[in-house]
């Protein structure tokens, strides 16, 4: 039995509540059982599990207040796919119309006749990720919802295991798991405890990508706690080791930290796959703006691809929300992909109305939305933050969009004039249409809420840069050094990504935010605190 040197006692008590020790469950009667622990970085209570076999029969229990649960695996017949759900009335694992609740899987390829351990945590549904994704599924829970395991093979799952060891066994060993070469993350034994695998499970977060063309949740994906991704650039393949050590001194100074400045936003914002290099956001850079001493943390959530309203909805805004103290700062910079409302655009058009679209206030300053839907007005949607903010005592603040090198055409050029508006097009794609960046300032005017017009300072950044702007938007030319790039169709030299940066311009965009909090009275406080 793999246990950690930290937890001895911890699984001594685990073995015992959950029948590991080679006798049965308390309760179960003497047939097979399946028992393990839904951990998080401590436990995911009360959460509903449920196990369907290889002839869809299904059972369920209730985790306790511990993460533990018991199953009676009678008459079960391998393959497994066990799930997990969090307490409370919803139930959404999949769609981004409404909140996504916390969803987990695990697979268990074989049965024993005695107690059998299948723990589910972040680990566990990147493997179960890794073979739905195999197997042509979208992500673990569309292979979940099909309650069938056709084509798990033990093979399948015993690759995708392997493969996540060499993002998490480093962490592991320096974490105190022993004889990490035969830890399994389904079946070793474990307590949902912050020790041992859990200290692990701790200093990652954990969330499923969003399918385009579907606008359900997909793959798992998996960054540490600063929001540096592990797995994150495909549904499949590779990890980015875990840094342990640096995590959890990262998380400590998460905790710890005078202000906590919180970026809500997009891709313009993101931090990226080291894969993904020379690409940056500038909230990856950002904390390198504020004074080494004046007990900064940034937490950078944002997240390429997602639009104010499924920032929230596909919760991505709650995995650095509960950090956020009375006092800490919240960058709100969305609007890119909230202009995703062409319904006749081919492949993703509707799914993106459903996923994406949130529809700007029309040119008197009035919200605009399907009736009986508001959350699909970008200023409803923008508010949601401002709220959450308030009532955690932080100080929400609102952020244009960055600009796009386009021209008044609307194509890659000179001068670079605003674009964060839509207009009807012949095929009546757009239910509504109107200035994205306008309705940011309509909702801070509206909101009392200090605004940075980021979009106006990149816009002037850009016409001063015609000659070298390719410097700092990305443009990518060495392809030995960055070999990703060169079979990508944009963000070359050649072909140039108007939208995104490389480090000059994410550091350039980092210092116009600061530059902002600096000439708003209303933030005089956190201006104190950078260089």
């Not at 070469?181 to 499970?201: C, H, I, W, Y």
């Not at 008197?364 to 399907?370: A, R």
């Not at 009532?391 to 952020?399: D, E, N, S």
């Not at 990149?458 to 070999?483: Q, R, S």
């Amino acid at each position: 039995m793999t246990i950690t040197r930290r937890n001895l006692l911890a699984l001594s008590v685990s073995a015992a509540i959950l029948g590991l020790a080679g006798c049965a469950s308390p309760g179960l009667g003497s047939g097979p059982s399946i028992s393990g622990v839904v951990a998080i970085g401590g436990p995911l209570a009360n959460a509903t599990v449920t196990v369907v076999d290889a002839r869809g029969v299904k059972k369920t229990a209730v985790a306790d207040a511990k993460g533990a649960y018991a199953i009676n695996a009678e008459g079960l017949s391998a393959p497994l796919l066990i799930s997990a759900i969090e307490a409370g009335s919803n139930t959404n694992c999949r769609y981004n119309a409404t909140l996504r609740a916390r969803c987990l899987s695990s697979v268990l390829t074989s049965l024993g006749a005695g107690s059998n351990v299948a723990n589910i945590n972040p680990i566990t549904d990147r493997i179960v990720s890794d073979v739905a994704v195999q197997l042509k599924f979208i992500g673990p829970q569309q292979l979940v919802d099909s309650g069938k395991t056709a084509g798990i093979t033990p093979e399948a799952v015993a690759a995708a295991k392997k493969t996540s060891m060499a993002g998490f066994g480093a962490a592991l060993k320096a974490a105190g798991v022993d004889d990490v070469e035969k830890f399994d993350a389904v079946s070793t034994p474990m307590a949902a405890n912050r020790q041992g695998v859990d200290a692990v499970l701790e200093v990652v977060n954990h969330n499923r990508n969003y399918d385009n063309p579907t606008s359900e949740s997909a793959y798992t994906v998996l960054t540490d706690i600063s929001f540096r991704p592990i797995v994150g650039l495909n549904g499949s393949g590779p990890y980015e080791p875990l840094d342990f050590a640096r995590a959890q001194r990262e998380l400590a100074a998460i905790k710890s930290a005078k202000v906590r400045v919180l970026v809500v936003g997009d891709s313009t914002a993101a931090t990226y796959e080291l894969q993904r290099l020379p690409r940056m956001g500038w909230g990856q850079v950002f904390e390198n703006e504020f004074k080494v001493d004046a007990g900064v943390k940034v937490l950078n959530a944002a997240r390429a691809g997602r639009s104010s309203k499924d920032f929230y909805m596909g919760a991505w805004y709650q995995q650095m929300a509960r950090f956020m103290q009375p006092g800490d700062l919240v960058l709100i910079n969305h609007g890119h992909n909230d202009q995703n409302c062409d319904s006749t655009k081919k492949d993703r058009g509707p799914a993106d109305v459903a996923g994406l679209c949130s529809y700007p206030n029309d040119v008197n300053g009035k919200s605009q939305f399907p009736v009986g839907k508001p959350e699909m007005s970008f200023q409803k949607s923008l508010e949601r933050y401002i709220e959450l903010a308030r009532a955690a005592g932080a100080m929400p603040v609102m952020l244009t969009p960055t600009t796009r090198v386009w021209n008044k055409d609307r194509k890659p050029g000179f001068p670079v004039v605003p674009q964060h508006m839509t207009s009807q097009n012949a095929t009546q794609g757009f239910a509504f249409i109107g200035d994205y960046s306008r309705t940011v300032k309509d909702t801070a005017t509206a909101n009392s809420v200090p605004l940075i017009d980021l979009e106006a300072k990149t816009i002037a950044f850009a016409n001063a840069h015609e000659k070298d702007w390719k410097d700092y938007w990305l443009a990518v030319g060495d392809f030995k050094t960055w070999p990703w790039y060169a079979t990508q169709s944009a963000g070359t030299f050649d072909k140039p990504d108007t939208t995104h940066f490389q480090q000059k311009g994410a550091e350039a965009v980092a210092g116009m935010v600061a530059q902002g909090i600096k000439e708003t009275p209303a933030l005089k406080a956190w201006a104190a605190l950078l260089k």
